[in-house]
């Protein structure tokens, strides 16, 4: 069983000594408020709840699952007595405005909270997980009166939140939704059809669920640009004197049944029926799908808090095993000789295991937060209605979220399978918690996007159509400015400087080739995306790696760090083991990337098969 405890010492670095969090706060109109004290306070809470009740409740919730009985679904023993707890320490609050009961301070504080959450247990954090994005929708594109309807309950964490994409006949494809909003006379609408995958759809842990669905008007044009979005609350809301929502009547939205999954089994994912349900138009008609992807933004970032999230359980989890359990002797001799063999530790490939998850926990971590200071200022212009900054951050943020979401996803499910890996046969056994920990990272490539999703979406349309290379061009400007003071450098600072002033050149270059032969081979893009996708992952996190790396070489050069001396030599080890043994794969990626597509397209699709 993996024994959860929160990396607060690394967080903690990367907020104070690597990207100077207590600067960005106090640049931050009102951001005054998430002082030190407080951050520490909101980690360290944060942190006991994750270790005392979410983790404890992990490897049991995956056991027992979730219960339908005749459209009502039971959470596993002990879930709503910890969402009680969740709720009454005003965890779901911490980032949303005031005005409608939240604390006031900025985006990236939830998402340090969410982060635990996830790493002490993915399935629970999946309901609250949720409602963030249903908030964040209504906060951007609700009328005055929707958002005092449901904002306030919301906020507290009495109601959650879900958003309906998914249905029977559709996933990625969403032109091919068929749910459809007929509008009333009364200005609402009655809502029909089916969906499917709806996580957080229906459970026992508040009494009411506000669904944001996506369905088509019936005269709305064909494909995504027919699109609409409403708000389908589970208990239909009225308003209350103040104008706040209070529950009425029960709504026509049943839950069918929910999946049998291969992980995060104690997170319910419902199929939906809503069967002339009562809905309310969210922003204009058929512009839907824009407002949904204020949710969908939203949950990719927290999907690539997932990838950190299970590479960091499996590292906790392998690293103790690895310390205790002992086999063979070490190749260089014996390393301790009271024993009949050697820990694990001591040989070179379980080093290599161990290693490559802690550079993928505590590198995916920074490359996270380096983005969440950019939707820290997203969220703000959005709050006070400065379209313009808004914009701004939002084009910005979407460089980094197919990378964050599709390439740390991925390792992180590396991360998991070492975990088991290094176990061993004891790692394929349930008691261990190490197999839990794969199933539930396997879900994190596919939904909010699938992994070649995101990579169509970052050099399609974010780096291609949508910038022409200009993203890429200011990415790589901000490496080579941090490079620039270090390539004459000797030693770890110097080798790493010229290996990033290289990468930045080579990541224009194979961009500016990608895009000159696109135009002739309709087929390139597709192809190339992926390996695309993975190249610019590896390099982004070769960048957090120097920056680590460089803070704790000054830190132990100047004698600051005297006290935390282990800690940045760590550091500094871990940047080298990645630069050496995991950047490389970035060139076999590019490699790939730039390969001609004959040998994907030339295949007869009659040919795949001869059975």
């Known amino acids: 069983m993996i024994t959860y405890k929160a990396p607060l010492r690394d967080m903690r670095f990367l907020l104070n000594e690597v990207l100077d969090f207590p600067a960005h706060y106090a640049a931050l109109p009102g951001g005054n408020e998430a002082d030190?004290?407080?951050?520490?306070?909101?980690?360290?809470?944060?942190?006991?709840?994750?270790?005392?009740?979410?983790?404890?409740?992990?490897?049991?919730?995956?056991?027992?699952?979730?219960?339908?009985?005749?459209?009502?679904?039971?959470?596993?023993?002990?879930?709503?007595?910890?969402?009680?707890?969740?709720?009454?320490?005003?965890?779901?609050?911490?980032?949303?405005p005031a005005e409608f009961g939240g604390q006031g301070l900025p985006a990236s504080l939830n998402l340090f909270k969410s982060e635990m959450m996830g790493t002490a247990n993915w399935s629970f954090s999946m309901y609250p997980g949720l409602s963030m994005g249903c908030i964040n929708t209504l906060l951007r594109y609700g009328t005055a009166a929707q958002k005092h309807l449901y904002l306030p309950k919301l906020i507290s964490g009495e109601w959650s939140g879900t958003m309906c994409l998914t249905e029977p006949q559709c996933g990625t494809d969403l032109a091919q939704i068929t749910t459809q909003a007929v509008p009333q006379a009364d200005g609402s609408y009655i809502l029909t059809g089916t969906k499917i995958y709806i996580s957080a759809g229906e459970h026992d842990l508040t009494d009411n669920i506000v669904h944001i669905v996506l369905a088509r008007l019936p005269d709305a044009p064909a494909g995504t640009r027919g699109i609409s979005l409403f708000v389908v609350p589970k208990f239909n809301v009225q308003a209350d004197a103040k104008g706040d929502g209070v529950m009425a009547e029960r709504n026509t939205v049943h839950c069918g049944s929910i999946e049998h999954k291969m992980g995060i089994r104690a997170s319910a994912t419902a199929v939906l029926h809503f069967d002339g349900a009562k809905a309310h138009l969210i922003f204009e008609e058929n512009r839907g799908l824009e407002a949904m992807f204020t949710f969908m933004n939203t949950a990719r970032i927290g999907t690539a808090v997932q990838g950190?999230?299970?590479?960091?359980?499996?590292?906790?989890?392998?690293?103790?095993?690895?310390?205790?359990?002992?086999?063979?002797?070490?190749?260089?001799?014996k390393k301790e000789p009271e024993h009949k063999a050697d820990a694990l530790i001591w040989h070179p490939d379980v080093r290599r295991m161990l290693l490559t998850q802690k550079a993928i926990a505590e590198g995916g971590r920074h490359m996270v937060y380096d983005a969440l200071k950019i939707a820290d200022h997203m969220f703000h212009a959005s709050t006070v209605g400065d379209e313009a900054r808004y914009q701004?951050?939002?084009?910005?943020?979407?460089?980094?979220?197919?990378?964050?979401?599709?390439?740390?996803?991925?390792?992180?499910?590396?991360?998991?399978?070492?975990?088991?890996?290094?176990?061993?046969?004891?790692?394929?056994?349930?008691?261990?918690?190490?197999?839990?920990?794969?199933?539930?990272?396997?879900?994190?490539?596919?939904y909010e996007?699938?992994?070649?999703?995101?990579?169509?979406?970052?050099?399609?349309?974010?780096?291609?159509?949508?910038?022409?290379?200009?993203?890429?061009?200011?990415?790589t400007g901000k490496m080579l400015k941090f490079a620039r003071p270090n390539l004459l450098q000797g030693g770890t600072k110097g080798a790493m400087a010229r290996t990033l002033a290289w990468k930045a050149v080579e990541w224009n270059?194979?961009?500016?080739?990608?895009?000159?032969?696109?135009?002739?081979?309709?087929?390139?893009?597709?192809?190339?995306?992926?390996?695309?996708?993975?190249?610019?992952?590896?390099?982004?996190?070769?960048?957090s790696w120097a920056q680590q790396a460089a803070k704790a070489t000054d830190l132990l050069a100047s004698q600051q760090g005297s006290e935390s001396a282990d800690f940045y030599r760590a550091k500094i080890q871990t940047a080298e083991f990645y630069f050496a043994r995991l950047l490389p794969r970035a060139q076999a990626h590019r490699q790939a990337a730039l390969a001609s597509t004959r040998s994907v397209m030339q295949m007869d699709k009659d040919h795949f098969s001869f059975s």
């Open 392 to 446: 701004k951050y939002d084009t910005e943020l979407g460089f980094f979220t197919p990378i964050l979401k599709g390439f740390l996803t991925e390792l992180g499910l590396e991360a998991a399978n070492l975990g088991i890996q290094i176990y061993g046969g004891h790692g394929y056994i349930q008691s261990n918690g190490m197999e839990q920990n794969v199933r539930d990272a396997r879900i994190s490539t596919l």
């Open 449 to 475: 996007g699938t992994t070649g999703i995101q990579a169509l979406d970052l050099l399609g349309r974010k780096v291609l159509l949508g910038s022409k290379g200009q993203s890429v061009r200011d990415f």
């Open 36 to 96: 030190t004290d407080t951050v520490n306070a909101i980690l360290e809470g944060a942190a006991q709840l994750c270790e005392d009740v979410l983790a404890p409740l992990n490897q049991s919730g995956d056991s027992e699952g979730c219960h339908f009985n005749q459209g009502v679904v039971t959470t596993p023993q002990g879930f709503k007595e910890a969402y009680q707890q969740f709720q009454a320490g005003g965890w779901q609050s911490i980032s949303f």
């Open 509 to 543: 270059g194979m961009t500016l080739a990608i895009m000159l032969r696109a135009p002739k081979d309709r087929e390139l893009v597709g192809a190339a995306s992926v390996d695309y996708m993975m190249y610019s992952g590896y390099v982004m996190m070769a960048f």
């Open 308 to 333: 950190v999230c299970h590479a960091e359980a499996a590292f906790q989890g392998a690293l103790p095993y690895a310390l205790e359990r002992r086999s063979m002797r070490a190749l260089s001799g």
